[in-house]
């Protein structure tokens, strides 16, 4: 626990050795002031510059000192005794939704445990009428849900029309899937979204029929649901929303956010939301795109530049397949099991032609935008490499940090050219605890299965990667993906994939240094050296005095971002 945490007093030691922002130790400066100060012995600071720690002062919102409490000679308004409590770099959100994840609390939670309450079918349909009777509805009003999981409910397939109108044939209802990529509608919804037995597939999305028929069946793929998504009224209050996802974040001890796939409207809402009230810790939007950027006509690139109210843009982020729980990620060998009305030889299948990936790259590489690209199967990843060599000069590697988003299936060859490319895959490593089992019984089987997010091969190759937990598909829990990550063990208790566990100290370096690389802002952010912002999480355990095991029984106890504490826990 942390003592003396509201605590103020000011406290004078003796001989102050500053380290200056490279970490090197500068003369002694007498009479320093700081705002706050953390003692104690669980001090990691992740930095390759600082000796030993126990003691860090802040100003304002920057790092002053860096060391040994015994050579600081200056004040703290307020010292904060960590006791057993361990200080981190603040986390760093690698890849998530932050405005999605706001809005999912007005939405019905129809994901099963341990996230929300649908075991099986009837359950899900009773959790919905539970919250349209909590709603004073409108006439037509929509009712969404988010997360269903078809591979947890007892009957292993989606809710369709003939179960969704059982709760409204007035109300058009969508209930989005877990992954994100699916979404499941009754039959007023394809109503109003004009879909029948004539309308066709769209380009890189699929209309799930009836057996024997060209009737709907509600399920809908890809940019079959996005399209429906469109069409559902924003919030009441959007800027209220923003900030309540703001701050549950920060609950989780993050201290930089990440916008993962922003429309141009929603950067427009994320920066006015920030200018009404600014966002207590930093977050970053990466603006959707797809080949309507491509051409003479094309949108105009997304303007980059820096914090603005804790709100920036920081690039572009496209999808080249769909998800692997929910099958439709681009694979080289067929699933183990196709999904429903599937051949035995389906792959999935790409969102985008390769010569729209190719021109996409080249055309943001070529202009300095920092992309984010969603690949989760391999085939996928194959058309992410082929883009990113066509598009940069290999025999001279610009800085460009080209991210590959969830890389879930990525080869050891495809590995190999992505480090000789200086790409960043971002692996969401969670995936072995949420849908191992699924992914091992009837995604991939059991080889692929256990090479899934290949952390362990990345680090043997020399590859800086990040973690991530893609809030919302599931809760920005950054302590059970560290968990997830060194252990992998799948919901049954098994263990998926030994040799791709590592330490938990490579697993923290994920989320604080490396993902702070990955947005171009390791020279402020991903370690506690002197200069640097002051962004802290404070753990109730040292996490690198336990055994990976035991990570779960860690908790966030503060979280402080820019210098100010944003989350505390009660008592």
């Known amino acids: 626990m942390i003592g003396l945490t509201n605590i ?22 007498e009479g320093q002031q700081a705002d706050i100060a953390f003692y104690g012995d669980n001090i990691i600071t992740l930095s390759d510059q ?55 609390s007005a939405m019905a939670n129809v994901s099963s445990p341990p996230v929300g309450p649908a075991e099986n079918m009837p359950g899900l349909v009773a959790e919905l009428k539970r919250h349209m009777a909590s709603k004073s509805l409108e006439v037509g009003e929509w009712v969404v849900g988010m997360g269903y999981d078809d591979s947890l409910l007892a009957e292993k397939r989606h809710p369709t029309i003939s179960d969704l109108d059982k709760v409204s044939t007035s109300h058009p209802i969508m209930l989005i899937h877990v992954s994100g990529h699916l979404a499941a509608v009754n039959s007023k919804a394809l109503e109003i979204a004009g879909i029948d037995h004539n309308t066709p597939n769209p380009p890189g999305g699929v209309i799930r029929r009836m057996a024997d028929s060209q009737k709907p069946n509600g399920v809908l793929e890809e940019m079959a649901g996005f399209s429906i998504q469109a069409l559902i009224t924003s919030s009441a209050d959007p800027v209220k929303q923003l900030h309540d996802g703001v701050l549950d974040y920060a609950s989780y001890g993050i201290t930089t956010a990440q916008e993962g796939a922003a ?29 309507s950027y491509l051409g003479d006509d094309s949108p105009a690139l997304p303007i980059l530049g820096d914090y603005e109210n804790g709100f920036r843009v920081g690039g572009v982020k496209m999808v080249l397949d769909g998800s692997p729980q929910g099958k439709t990620a681009y694979l080289t060998e067929p699933y183990k099991v196709p999904p429903e009305g599937a051949d035995h030889d389906y792959r999935g299948y790409p969102i985008m032609p390769p010569e729209s990936i190719d021109g996409l790259f080249a055309k943001f590489i070529g202009a300095g935008v920092p992309i984010l690209a969603h690949a989760n199967g391999d085939a996928a990843a194959d058309l992410f490499v082929n883009a990113l060599q066509n598009g940069i000069d290999k025999d001279n590697v610009p800085d460009h940090r080209t991210v590959m988003i969830h890389a879930q299936t990525v080869r050891e060859d495809q590995l190999d050219l992505m480090a000789k490319m200086k790409a960043i895959p971002s692996f969401f490593s969670a995936h072995t605890f949420y849908w191992g089992d699924w992914h091992r019984d009837s995604v991939f089987g ?51 994939g030994e040799e791709q566990k590592i330490s938990t100290l490579d697993a923290i370096k994920a989320i604080t240094i490396n993902a702070a690389y990955q947005y171009f802002e390791e020279d402020i952010k991903g370690t506690i050296d002197v200069g640097k912002q002051a962004d802290f999480v404070i753990l109730s355990k040292n996490p690198l005095a336990i055994h990976t095991t035991e990570l779960l029984d860690v908790t966030v106890e503060r979280t402080i971002a820019r210098g100010e504490t944003i989350f505390e826990i009660d008592g």
């Open 50 to 104: 600082s000796g030993p720690t126990n003691f860090v002062a802040v100003k304002d919102d920057t790092i002053i000192f860096v060391g040994q409490r015994d050579d600081w000679d200056g004040q703290a308004t307020e010292v904060v005794n960590l006791e057993d409590s361990a200080l981190l770099p603040g986390f760093i959100d690698a890849h998530g939704h932050i405005a999605f994840h706001g809005r999912v």
């Open 8 to 29: 103020r007093l000011a406290i004078f030691l003796p001989l102050l050795v500053l380290g200056g922002c490279d970490g090197s130790r500068l003369d002694a400066v």
């Open 263 to 291: 429309s141009e409207d929603a950067i427009k809402q994320l920066r006015s939301a920030s200018k009404v009230k600014p966002f207590p810790i930093d977050v970053v939007a990466y603006q959707r795109v797809d080949q």
């Open 446 to 496: 059991i080889e692929r299965a256990s090479r899934i997010s290949p952390t362990a091969s990345s680090s043997e190759k020399g590859i800086i990667f990040t973690v991530h937990n893609d809030a919302p598909i599931v809760p920005p829990d950054m302590i059970r993906l560290l968990w997830a990550t060194t252990n992998r063990i799948t919901r049954s208790g098994q263990v998926l």
